[in-house]
Every structure is written in structure tokens, then in C-alpha cells.
């Protein structure tokens, strides 16, 4: 039996994100002896750039993560003469076909497997996946396609994209990725809750209080307001990232860890949403403002940007998951640019305990509730908030933390996101993707409230760079009685 070969083609090899985190996490898992014995990467691109051009580019953007190392320039190099350049346009047939004679020129004798990762904006990529699959429908190893996001921007768009990709590939070869579930502590979240007997169990209406999800960047949209400005914080992150974090957070047991028993359990939650409702949402957009003697640019001052734009930034909303589980449960989401920090956590807050012994000593029982911190990045961290004797004769309270600090415990490196999902695709693992039937749920929970707040034209409330956000999160979380727990 003739051992296999995966090519692995980049489409849209110039780009940014190719350059910021698909070479690099090749690199990585190569250093790491994960990638298969035989494997040649392919960029593909409209520029016109040598083999030799191709390498000193992807060279300049890796690095030795573990640099103490010493083999790893020499691994680079390694690396680097694998890596080969195609030019050619998205849309054509010729120049995908000229890319097959080369691929296969590798493939010699070996079981050609082929990995595509279109790392183009959606209206080319259909062209590219036309043209790349029929140039590779000749093999007879496998062929998979991971596509990025933007899937559309709403349901009639994604099934438009959808069904352009079906007639083209069977729904096991694409790979629809979502950067956040290859992060380590999202992977994690399984582990916690279904591996322990102190989170199992309380894990519904019964014991949790609510849960916050999250997200916070403090640079804004600088150089990729062309981008964004047509989608939005929601369509950005909310849609995506934080709802596949809602959605693997609050599932029902899974039958096992295959893909399809976990992606099952995931899709029954985004069908339980309850609609979304505007008044539901709180929405803003970040404005300038001058601190240390810097000028920070308002969203709308980014060239790219129309001057007049509505474009939330940041966005806030209360969701609800309408099944037995989590009936009445807010599960409030939050995520915005141009923030005071760079952050992404998962927060429980647990219910009081009833008849609580010392409720006349806490003073504000809100505050001395049970909550459990996953900090997703940065500084990875576990942090269960607990009620404790503050040491000394008196009888007093104190809420301190059980820390698990990733960087304290683990000397482990943590992988990139990338790097994860990348390795999932090319071993064929799609646990960490998205099905259609997620995709579709998702966009059927969105859709009405994006094209609602985009009729109505909804002002957004304008917020300070570097600030923690309009007032109006406070006022919606105070609704359901929530304190974010991010905030003092
Ligand atoms: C991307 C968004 O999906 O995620 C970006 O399009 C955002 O706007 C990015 O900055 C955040 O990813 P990470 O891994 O840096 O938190």
C-alpha cells in the first residue's frame, strides 16, 4: 500500500491572516512533528511572487515560539523549502489547473490528500472552491475545504453560500472554522463541566444565576474598517464566537465526543433560543477621545469608514435558551472594540444558598455568590469565587478566589488556536467545526434583530476609546438583576 501525501494550499496566500496565523500555526505544528511525513504547502495568490519571494515572506512571519530550542532555524528552513507559491486568479479554471499539475507533480506515487484553506472574502470563494475541487476531483485521497468567516451576513445569504458550496462539496469536506473553539480553555470547557462531580450537577436553572460571555478588545477597528463596517460587532463576534461558546457551554450531555453526537446536542440549544428582541440589545459605536496627550480615532475617523456611519462597535444583549434546562436563565453576552482591556471570559454566577447561615454578615449578597471565572485569554485562568472566614477572632466575610493560573500551573505551551483546528482538519476531526445546520440556527437567531436594528437605523450610544462601554449594558444586566462581573 502507497503511503499518502497532503498539499495544502493556502488560498489567499498574501493576505493577513495567512501571514498572521495560518503560516505560523503550519510552522508550529511542524516543528512539533504533527504534520504528516509527506506534505507540501501551496500559496495561492493574485500577486505574482517566486517560490523563493513566498518563502522570505512566510519567513518573516514565524517565529520559534520556543526559541530556546536550538534545531529551530534549522527546522524553519526545513519548513520553508516545502513551501512553494502559485499564482493565478480565484476565478480561473486554467490557472487551478496549472496548480493541480504542480500539486500532483509532489504527489508522485503517493495517495493524494488535499486541504484547502480559502482564506478569501465570500464572494470570491465560491469561485475558488469551484475551480479547486474540480482540479482536485481526479484524486483519490480526500479533498477538504476550510472556509473563514464571513458566512454571509444573514440567513438568505449564508444559504446562498451554502448551497453554492454543496454543489461543489459534500458537507464532511468543508470545514467552516471558528477560530474561538480551537482556543485552549474553550476546549476545556467539556472537560470541567462534564468531568467534575462539583460543576456537573449544578450546571442549569437550578444552581446557576446567569452567565456572561464576554469579549474585549482595546484597539479598534484600524485598517480593516472596509471590512467591518459592513458587518458589525454582532455579525464579528456575537453571531459566531461567543454563540459557539453559548452553545457548547449549555448543551446536554453529548452520547460521546464524536463530532456528530456534540454538534447535535449544540444545535438542539441554538434552536431553543428564545427570539432575540431589541430591547434586548444595547448597541454602540466608540468616538474619539484624547488621554495622555493622544489623540485615539473615533470608529467613523478610519478612512474606510462612511463619516455617517451606524455601525455598532460594541454590542450588549440579554439571550435566553427556552428549554427545561435553563428556563429563565439570562445569559448575557457582551463585545466591543476600542475597550479599556483585551479580554474574553465566561462567567457563572451561581445562585445564593438558601437559608444561607450568615446571610446578615455579607453585606451585599449579590456579591457573595458563588462565581466561576474562565478566563479564555489573556493569562488563561480558572478562578472560582468562594466565600471565606476572613482569619482573626471576629466572624467576618471575605469572597477570595480559587485560582487555577494557567501560566503558574502548566509549563506546557498553549497552542494557538490555529494550530488546533488546522491539525483537526488535516487528521479530519470536526468536532471544532461548524455543521450547516449550526450555521443556519445561528443566522435564524440573528437575522431578525440585525435587519431590525439596521431598518430602524438604531443609534448607537457613542462610547469613549478606551472606555468600558455605554451605561446601557448596566441598564440592561440591571433588568435581569445581573452585575457584569467585570466591573468592580
Ligand atoms: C475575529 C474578528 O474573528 O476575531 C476580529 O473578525 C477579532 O475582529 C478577532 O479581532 C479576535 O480574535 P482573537 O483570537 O485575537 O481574540
Request: hydrophobic content about 35%.
Amino acid at each position: 500500500e502507497s503511503e499518502s501525501t497532503v498539499s495544502i494550499t493556502v488560498v489567499g496566500a498574501s493576505g493577513d491572516l495567512a501571514k498572521k496565523k495560518i503560516f505560523p500555526a503550519l510552522f508550529a505544528l511542524f516543528y512539533e512533528d504533527c504534520l504528516p511525513k509527506h506534505f507540501t504547502i501551496y500559496g495561492y495568490a493574485r500577486s505574482k511572487m517566486t517560490d523563493a519571494e513566498l518563502r522570505d515572506m512566510v519567513s518573516k512571519t514565524l517565529t520559534c515560539r520556543i526559541d530556546k530550542r536550538e534545531n529551530c532555524s534549522e527546522k524553519m528552513e526545513q519548513f520553508l523549502q516545502r513551501c512553494f507559491y502559485h499564482s493565478g486568479q480565484y476565478d480561473s479554471q486554467d490557472h487551478f489547473t496549472e496548480l493541480d499539475k504542480k500539486l500532483k507533480e509532489h504527489e508522485v506515487g503517493r495517495v493524494p490528500n488535499r486541504l484547502f484553506y480559502l482564506s478569501v472574502p465570500p464572494n470570491i470563494f465560491i469561485d475558488a472552491v469551484r475551480c479547486a475541487s474540480s482540479s482536485a476531483s481526479s484524486c483519490n485521497g480526500w479533498t477538504r475545504v476550510i472556509v473563514e468567516k464571513p458566512f454571509g451576513r444573514d440567513s438568505e445569504s449564508s444559504a446562498t453560500l451554502t448551497s453554492a458550496l454543496k454543489q461543489y462539496l459534500e458537507e464532511d469536506q468543508i470545514f467552516r472554522i471558528d477560530h474561538y473553539l480551537g482556543k485552549e480553555l474553550v476546549e476545556n470547557l467539556s472537560v470541567l463541566r462534564f468531568s467534575n462531580l462539583i460543576f456537573e450537577p449544578l450546571w442549569s436553572r437550578q444552581y446557576i444565576r446567569n452567565v456572561q460571555l464576554i469579549f474585549s478588545e482595546d484597539f479598534g477597528t484600524e485598517g480593516r474598517g472596509g471590512y467591518f463596517d459592513n458587518y458589525g460587532i454582532i455579525r464579528d463576534i456575537m453571531q459566531n464566537h461567543l454563540l459557539q461558546i453559548l452553545a457548547l457551554f449549555a448543551m446536554e450531555t453529548p452520547v460521546s465526543l464524536d463530532a456528530e453526537d456534540i454538534r447535535n446536542e449544540k444545535v438542539k440549544v441554538l434552536r431553543s433560543m428564545r427570539p432575540l428582541q431589541l430591547e434586548n440589545v444595547v448597541t454602540g459605536q466608540y468616538k474619539s477621545h484624547v488621554r495622555g496627550g493622544i489623540t485615539y480615532p473615533a470608529y467613523t475617523d478610519d478612512k474606510t469608514v462612511p463619516k455617517d456611519s451606524l455601525t455598532p462597535t460594541f454590542a450588549a444583549a440579554a439571550l435566553f435558551i427556552d428549554n427545561a434546562r435553563w428556563d429563565g436563565v439570562p445569559f448575557l453576552m457582551k463585545a466591543g472594540k476600542a475597550l479599556h482591556n483585551k479580554r474574553a471570559e465566561i462567567r457563572v454566577q451561581f445562585r445564593h444558598v438558601p437559608g444561607n447561615l450568615y446571610r446578615n454578615i455579607g453585606t451585599d449578597l449579590d456579591r457573595t455568590t458563588n462565581e466561576l471565572v474562565i478566563r479564555v485569554q489573556p493569562d488563561e485562568a480558572i478562578v472560582l469565587k468562594i466565600n471565606n472566614k476572613v482569619p482573626g477572632l471576629g466572624m467576618r466575610l471575605d469572597r477570595s478566589n480559587l485560582n487555577l493560573h494557567y501560566a503558574a500551573r502548566y509549563s506546557n505551551e498553549i497552542p494557538d488556536a490555529y494550530e488546533r483546528l488546522l491539525l483537526d482538519a488535516i487528521e479530519g476531526e470536526r468536532r471544532l467545526f461548524i455543521r450547516s445546520d449550526e450555521l443556519d440556527a445561528a443566522w435564524a437567531l440573528f437575522t431578525p434583530l440585525l435587519k431590525e436594528i439596521e431598518e430602524k437605523k438604531v443609534i448607537p450610544e457613542y462610547y469613549p476609546y478606551g472606555s468600558r462601554g455605554p451605561v446601557g449594558a448596566h441598564y440592561l444586566a440591571a433588568r435581569y438583576k445581573v452585575r457584569w462581573g467585570d466591573v468592580g
